[in-house]
């Protein structure tokens, strides 16, 4: 029982202090050098942003529309969706993206800050995939890596999962629209 204890708090601190990857991308726990996941995951979109570490894409501007993206999301909040900024302090292409990942660092034991910090992954994903497409190959593994930490988090890191839908959402919309065009009709 002591071994298998054990062994599951290894686990649980491997994913949540994640920072080296091995030769298949997989996260590597280094306790001489523990970080947040989100952390790294902001600062990187940040070197993003300031072009020190270059997105490969055309330069178009992305980072202001991207920053636009995340201004008009909405992540779950204390008794309330909330707007995103209520977790960025800082997000354009001089100063970088900065996030409140205070808010979200015990997302282990608190639902809510949980569902905070899976929306904050999913705003990024989905804001990404929209204006930065190219980035996303460069997003996934940090992404992945907060993803662990962040207990029932549905977050796809290629791309945001929609609120609401899912497969056959659009079959559904046009079974109801046939259905009410067929009620009218009659």
Avoid at 77 to 87: G, N, R, T
Avoid at 107 to 133: F, G, N, T, W
Wanted: charged fraction near 15%.
């Amino acid at each position: 029982m002591a071994r298998c204890m054990t062994a599951l708090l290894g686990l649980v601190a491997a994913a949540q202090a994640a920072t080296e990857y091995d030769a298949e991308h997989h996260a590597v726990y280094d306790p001489e050098h523990p970080t947040e996941p989100l952390d790294a995951a902001s600062q990187a979109v940040s070197s993003w942003l300031k072009e020190e570490v270059v997105v490969p894409r055309k330069k178009d501007g992305w980072q202001l529309p991207f920053c636009n993206c995340l201004r008009n999301s909405y992540v779950a909040s204390w008794f309330q969706y909330a707007s995103f900024m209520y977790v960025v302090d800082t997000c354009s292409a001089d100063d970088g993206f900065v996030m409140r990942t205070g808010h979200m660092q015990d997302r282990h034991v608190e639902p809510l800050q949980a569902m905070m910090a899976c929306d904050s992954l999913k705003a990024i994903s989905y804001c990404l995939s929209h204006e930065a497409p190219e980035a996303l190959s460069m997003w996934k593994p940090l992404c992945d890596d907060a993803h662990y930490t962040i207990p029932a988090c549905d977050v796809t890191c290629s791309a945001a999962v929609p609120v609401a839908g899912g497969r056959f959402a659009a079959l559904a919309s046009l079974a109801g629209a046939l259905a009410v065009a067929f009620v009218h009709v009659v």
